[in-house]
């Protein structure tokens, strides 16, 4: 079992900061196939939050195939999705590590370089022109 | 479940002398959905829950509940309706014991179930005056009176205003409970923003006796920006967005819009806002809301 926290201030909707942190845990490998999530019900006397933002949350996971809902039971993970492989993460990283040097001879700093990641990441619903 | 919005407001207005404390005022409360009214002190929130529940008279426009007038047809709409008061009056001097009497006397629906789970659960004694009670507590008890009803929509006249940070958050726990339990429609009303970004999914902003804004929480969440850059006029953001606020220091422009599409001039940095921002930009930094917590620490 996995319980949820919740960031007020950082932006993120309320349902997908849960959606969030079930990938995560599936992820991570906290969840297993078969583990069963928070019931509605609990998740909302924990965080105080409206059970609509729950079910949302738990619709979209199980549209996702993440996790399978079973009537008058609860909702269960339902595939784990197989973990990135080492080799790749590896890979990944090393190729991460060139292009942060050349940021760097670009004359981005930390910060630079957080800020343009995450924004190519997850594009603001706003996206500017030149 | 019935097909109608819990609540519908069209054009409604009502009069007090020559002050309108509610004007032109259209919104929809979709059946199942927990809304907010937000709102200054003397905004007509209450007056708008007022003619929900027919205790008085709308001046203009029409306002329904389950698709049916409260004044021409109170018996289709008070059954299905619980409404709690602004600082939810009860008998002082009656027991907790005695309170849960009247109210079954008073209501054909009452569950009693439902009232005595939830006194066990709060953890009081049927014994204890409600006089003695603390303002939370007090609250609860208002809050059980309501859901014995068994309601379909409940309604909640700034029920937390009074509530310090914990017996707010046990309050609207309860309330959240019981939507999910029951699947009832909620409107509740508050000039504190903290907590209903998590509690509401709709939102309703009205200002002086006007709606400002109406929606979802999460598209209103979506739609709106702080854009900041070097000084300028907001004239040009003006032609594509909704500005809601400008302001401006020797070198800086900060705006916050309501985006029409989303595209902005490369020029500005655009943030993502809280409910909070946007409550306060739609009532104005200087308007009543702002300083409505803060008179009582200010006159010391």
Request: net charge neutral; aromatic share 4%; with cysteine.
């Amino acid at each position: 079992m996995i319980e949820f926290h919740l960031e007020t201030r950082s932006g993120v909707p309320t349902y997908l900061q849960l959606v969030q942190q079930v990938r995560q845990a599936v992820r991570l490998g906290i969840l297993h196939r078969g583990d069963q999530l928070p019931t509605v019900k609990e998740v909302v006397e924990q965080l105080t939050i409206n059970p609509n933002t729950v079910l949302r949350a738990y619709r979209e996971l199980d549209l996702e195939g993440l996790v399978e809902g079973r009537r008058g039971v609860g909702t269960f993970i339902a595939s784990a999705q197989p973990p990135v492989p080492p080799n790749d993460v590896k890979t990944l990283r090393s190729s991460l590590q060139r292009w942060i040097d050349r940021a760097r001879t670009a004359g981005l700093d930390d910060e630079n370089m957080a800020a343009l990641f995450a924004d190519t990441l997850r594009p603001p619903t706003i996206s500017r022109v030149a | 479940m019935n097909e109608s919005p819990a609540l519908e407001a069209t054009a409604l207005g009502k009069r007090y002398g020559s002050n309108w404390a509610l004007r032109d005022c259209t919104l929809t409360v979709p059946a199942g959905s927990v809304t907010a009214l937000v709102g200054p002190n003397g905004a007509g929130k209450t007056t708008l829950l007022q003619l929900a529940v027919g205790l008085i008279e709308p001046a203009s426009g029409a306002i329904s509940v389950f698709g049916h007038d409260p004044r021409a047809e109170p018996l289709a709409v008070l059954p299905r309706v619980g409404f709690v008061a602004q600082d939810h009056p009860l008998p002082r001097r009656f027991t907790i014991g005695e309170t849960l009497r009247l109210g079954r006397k008073l209501n054909p629906s009452w569950d009693d179930a439902v009232a005595q789970r939830r006194v066990d659960e709060l953890g009081l004694s049927r014994r204890q005056r409600v006089g003695t009670l603390s303002g939370g507590e007090q609250a609860q008890v208002a809050l059980t009176l309501a859901l014995a009803k068994r309601p379909q929509l409940l309604l909640l006249d700034e029920p937390v205003a009074s509530l310090d940070p914990l017996a707010r958050r046990e309050f609207l726990s309860g309330v959240l409970r019981a939507v999910t339990e029951t699947g009832m429609t909620v409107v509740l009303s508050s000039h504190i923003v903290a907590d209903l970004e998590r509690v509401c999914d709709r939102l309703v902003i009205l200002a002086n006796g006007h709606t400002q804004l109406v929606g979802p929480i999460e598209q209103l969440l979506a739609e709106h920006r702080l854009l900041t850059g070097p000084r300028t006029d907001a004239a040009a953001v003006a032609r594509v967005h909704q500005v809601i606020r400008e302001s401006h220091t020797e070198r800086q422009t900060t705006l916050l819009v309501r985006a029409n599409g989303h595209v902005y001039d490369a020029c500005w940095e655009v943030h993502e806002v809280d409910l909070e921002e946007i409550v306060l930009a739609y009532l104005g930094t200087t308007s009543a809301a702002a300083r409505v917590e803060a008179p009582a620490a200010v006159a010391r």
